[in-house]
């Protein structure tokens, strides 16, 4: 079995012991990896290193929008009608499906990262058909968007800080002795050479490979030896841009996540906030990827989590490490 997301990470050595007490089904869900039809986008047309993330003119604003939208329409496309139908409350009535397929009354469920807001809006719609549930590193999809943006912003920053702190202690950090967050800002200021690529990588790019180590300490070697290497391939291929299911991300993320702007200084005055509370890791979190500049149109699917608490055998630690905001 292939667990997705962060779960071949934290689940490690659980898996054992789960399998001696339950039977393990996974699936994918729909629009993504193997099942059909699937997501399927050019994923030039997705990312565009000439296109930043943070607009600050009108003729910034007016590209990024354009290329936003011919990124979706690019998506739907190819996927066809189906793309309006990826949300997590669709998904999460083919759990249920999956669920009365199997002739069981109740299902167990181990939620990490995306897999805690699909569970949550689970057990939101069927709370009597679920026996227990752990969500891991949850998402709280009843925040308000742009309270959500700087959040997260901020836990980036402060798991960014904490990994600075850890190479400052640790010999294991590549960069021990040294100047870990001033590399960094170099990086994500200048952008880097990735040989991967065959060009520069951006700073926003670098800053979204950053990330994905940031989930983990376990990770934190592999990103102090990605930052330290002169050749920026590391970060710039652990990147959400550069992943093969970015597609998926973003269309899923569009119409779970709506866009809270409707112009440049709506958008700027979010951007703002987002430097002032993440310093130095603010051009790159999921929230702001996701719905900053939504390629169409969201529907709003968003369905609180706040009721999944409140299910029987519902338990949510946070994953440590990952940047999830205490305060969901």
């Known amino acids: ?35 059909d039809p699937k997501i399927t986008c050019d994923q030039a047309k997705l990312y565009d290193p000439k296109i930043g993330l943070f607009p600050s003119t009108r003729q910034q604003y007016d590209a990024f929008a354009a290329h936003n939208r011919a990124a979706g329409e690019d998506c739907l496309a190819k996927t066809g009608p189906m793309l309006g139908h990826v949300d997590t409350q669709s998904a999460a009535e083919d759990i249920d499906a999956i669920r009365a ?27 009597d058909r679920v026996r227990t549930m752990v969500l891991d590193g949850a998402v709280d999809h009843a925040r308000p968007m742009r309270q959500a943006m700087v959040e997260e912003a901020a836990a980036t920053e402060d798991a960014l800080l904490r990994f600075v702190a850890w190479c400052d202690r640790s010999s294991d950090c590549a960069l021990h002795g040294k100047n870990a967050l001033a590399r960094y800002d170099d990086l994500v200021t200048h952008g880097g050479y990735a040989r991967a690529l065959g060009r520069q990588a951006t700073g926003e790019e670098l800053a979204s490979g950053a990330y994905g180590y940031l989930s983990l300490p376990s990770q934190w070697p592999n990103l102090s030896r990605a930052l330290a290497d002169l050749d920026a391939s590391a970060l710039a291929t652990n990147s959400q841009f550069a992943s093969e299911t970015y597609g998926a991300y973003r269309s899923i993320g569009c119409e779970d996540f709506p866009s809270p702007f409707t112009r440049l200084a709506d958008l700027r005055a979010t951007a703002t906030t987002i430097r002032a509370v993440a310093p130095h890791s603010w051009r790159y979190s999921e929230y702001w990827d996701l719905s900053a500049g939504s390629p169409r149109a969201s529907t709003d699917r968003r369905c609180s989590c706040t009721t999944a608490t409140a299910t029987p055998g519902c338990s949510t630690p946070s994953a440590r490490g990952v940047p999830r905001p205490a305060t969901w």
């Open 101 to 127: 397929a199997l002739g069981e009354q109740k299902i167990s469920w181990l939620g990490v990262s995306y897999g805690t807001e699909l569970g949550a809006v689970y057990a939101s719609k069927h709370p």
């Open 1 to 35: 079995m292939r667990f997705g997301g962060l779960a071949p990470k934290v689940i490690g050595s659980a898996r054992k012991p789960l399998r001696d007490r339950f039977d393990l089904i996974g699936f994918d869900p729909r629009g993504v990896w193997f099942s």
